[in-house]
């Protein structure tokens, strides 16, 4: 009876969610200005309702085309990147592997090459560890004020 139970997979998943979410929020932080900041805080605040209305393959194509202009741009594109494409974590936990995992080396080539089931997937993935990032943005944001 004194058997401590595991938690649940996803939420050990989630849980890394939260932490990578926050070291990408932090290490965004110290390397921007503060102007860029809030900028690409803003950016990660629009991006769920983005990806909702326009689907998760332009919305990257958004971010694709702007990353050039706008360091927000080109930092999101990098997290997500790392996020769903060239992440260790997933596989560490044994519960997910991430459906970009092996195809390509960016998103925006991966969206391409997979199947609508995977998109599926890497769409309810990119929210879910948006959501994550737009807290930890929004919080480190007051954080300076």
Not at 5 to 19: F, G, V, Y
Not at 111 to 122: E, K, V
Not at 128 to 138: E, I, K, N, P, Q
């Amino acid at each position: 009876m004194n058997q401590i139970e595991k938690s649940p997979i996803h939420q050990t998943l989630d849980q890394e969610r939260a932490k990578a979410a926050w070291e990408m929020a932090t290490k965004a932080k110290a390397k921007m200005q503060k102007d860029d900041f809030d900028k690409y805080k803003a950016l990660v605040k629009r991006f769920p309702a983005l990806v909702n209305h326009n689907g998760l393959g332009q919305t990257v194509a958004f971010l694709e085309a702007k990353k050039k202009d706008s360091n927000a741009e080109g930092k999101l594109l990098e997290q997500l990147n790392e996020w769903l494409v060239k992440n260790n974590r997933h596989e560490e936990l044994n519960c997910y592997k991430p459906p970009y995992k092996s195809q390509g080396t960016s998103l925006s080539q991966c969206i391409m090459q997979r199947n609508s089931s995977d998109y599926i997937l890497a769409t309810r993935e990119a929210l879910a560890f948006l959501d994550y990032l737009r807290r930890f943005a929004d919080s480190l944001s007051k954080e300076s004020q």
